[in-house]
């Protein structure tokens, strides 16, 4: 299995993070990134560095205005009298208004979710680093490759159509997804990471060539909040193409493998021609951000039934911090899904 990696991600290093009302150091480090790759290497997987150009597989899930602002924003903020060393939004809108502003810090509020995606200097190269690791992956697979990895930092799951959020900025598994289509008339989605995947939902929400299938932490406790009840079904073409399957928070091996089978069912009845994996390992034991108990052997077994499914397989890296049994976690994982255990 082919590993997509760009060390570039190391120049993205978020400081802000807003955890119940305290500033506590922002958990999605370079560190992350560095662990995995580090066991993925020492195991023989192959490593390639992206070699995806161009922004057209980014502007076919994105909305221009959020591309431009996180590809510009941070040089006008820097300008700013007194600017912090991070862009934070400190207002968004509300209601019913949606005026786009001209103002940076205006614009922040616009573009972004929540306080948890700080923009610096390199965190667009970044951002376009891990959707190039992404749309590499999915051309691999669709050049004949059975499964492909793209070890994406920062991660991307929570970017919606037009708003960056959650420590995402572009969604590398919608890329992924997109670029697939171009060769695969059904693809689905399947988002294994702990916290619901709002941003890959909003942007597939009314089609149906491609199918979207979370399991995650119940929203009613635990981040996103706002999205990835059992009631969003998507929407037009799309109703009947999105399936959320929450568990109950602190939930372990038995009821996350339930609802994944619960997922891989919906998958095989829809009957696609290949697969997004949004893998994230927060829901591990171990995890510093998860507050749930999946062991290792749970994530075996995971990886085992989503192997089963026997797809042509793009797998992104999502969510996931830093632990001792990070990296040994995605070796044996992928291992596993890539059937060479
Ligand atoms: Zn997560």
Redo the contacts with the bound molecule.
């Keep these: 299995m082919k590993v997509f990696y760009s060390d570039v991600h190391a120049l993205h290093q978020p400081l802000m993070f807003l955890k119940a009302g305290q500033l506590v150091p922002n958990p999605e480090t370079a560190a992350r990134a560095h662990a995995i790759a580090h066991a993925l290497g020492g195991a023989g997987f192959e490593l390639v560095a992206p070699t995806y150009q161009g922004l057209d597989a980014v502007l076919a899930v994105h909305d221009t205005g959020l591309v431009r602002f996180l590809e510009t924003a941070y040089q006008a903020w820097a300008r700013l009298p007194d600017a912090g060393a991070e862009i934070v939004a400190n207002t968004h809108p509300g209601g019913r208004f949606r005026h786009r502003p001209e103002s940076v810090i205006g614009q922040a509020g616009f573009y972004t979710q929540d306080a948890a995606c700080p923009i610096a200097a390199g965190t667009w190269q970044a951002a376009l680093a891990a959707a190039g690791c992404a749309a590499d992956a999915a051309l691999a697979v669709m050049g004949g490759a059975a499964s492909a990895y793209a070890l994406c930092r920062p991660?991307g799951h929570h970017a919606t159509r037009s708003q960056a959020g959650g420590f995402c900025y572009l969604n590398n598994a919608a890329v992924a997804a997109q670029l697939l289509r171009r060769q695969f008339k059904r693809v689905a989605i399947l988002d294994v990471?702990?916290?619901h995947g709002n941003g890959t939902q909003d942007i597939f929400y009314d089609r149906s060539d491609v199918f979207f299938a979370s399991i995650h932490g119940d929203p009613d406790g635990f981040y996103p909040f706002f999205s990835g009840t059992p009631s969003e079904c998507g929407e037009g073409e799309g109703l009947g193409f999105n399936l959320n399957l929450p568990f109950p928070v602190g939930s372990g091996d038995a009821e996350v493998m339930r609802a994944l089978a619960s997922a891989l069912a919906a998958v095989r009845s829809y009957a696609p021609q290949a697969l997004v994996l949004s893998l994230?390992f927060?829901a591990h034991e171990k995890d510093p951000?998860?507050a749930h108990r999946v062991s290792t052997a749970g994530f075996m077994a995971m990886a085992q039934a989503i192997s089963a499914l026997g797809l042509p397989c793009v797998a992104v890296q999502?969510?996931?911090y830093l632990h001792e049994e990070l990296g040994s976690l995605a070796r044996d994982f992928l291992r596993v899904l890539s059937g060479h255990c």
């Design positions: 991660p990471d702990v916290h994230g927060d951000h998860g999502e969510g996931g």
